[in-house]
């Protein structure tokens, strides 16, 4: 059984900065698709960004573009989401989600595994 957990999330000023970690388990993921999505308030959950484990090529929503970037560390059993310049709009849960298909994909429904969520606020 695989699971993910997330770690990170808290409190921050607009403009500050919080980094992400999703700890995988229960499986092998060096060719496992990994992402990260959000989920706020009124809103509908949605993709942020995206990373092979076996190519680590990446991928970001136009949101985040430019402000964030995911990584995996070298055993590729962790991965990361660097959230950089802050604000109000990033407000929400995020969630660590797991891919076994190859590709990257940016629809909730094309990921098999998912954590239990992180959350971020972000005053202004």
């Known amino acids: 059984q695989v699971q993910l957990v997330e770690s990170g999330g808290g409190s921050v000023q607009a403009g500050g900065s919080l980094r992400l970690s999703c700890a995988a388990s229960g499986g092998t993921f060096s060719s496992y698709v990994m992402g990260w999505f959000r989920h706020a308030p009124g809103r509908e959950r949605e993709f942020v960004a995206g990373?092979?484990?076996?190519?680590?090529?990446?991928y970001y929503a136009d949101s985040v573009k430019g402000r964030w970037t995911i990584s995996r560390d070298k055993a590729n059993d962790t991965v990361y989401l660097e959230m950089n310049n802050l604000k109000p709009e990033d407000w929400a849960v995020y969630y660590c989600?797991?891919?076994?298909?190859?590709?990257?994909?940016?629809?909730?429904?094309?990921?098999?595994?998912w954590g239990q969520g992180t959350y971020v606020t972000v005053s202004s």
């Open positions: 990373i092979s484990l076996s190519e680590d090529y990446t």
């Open positions: 989600a797991a891919r076994v298909v190859p590709g990257v994909a940016t629809s909730p429904e094309e990921y098999d595994y």
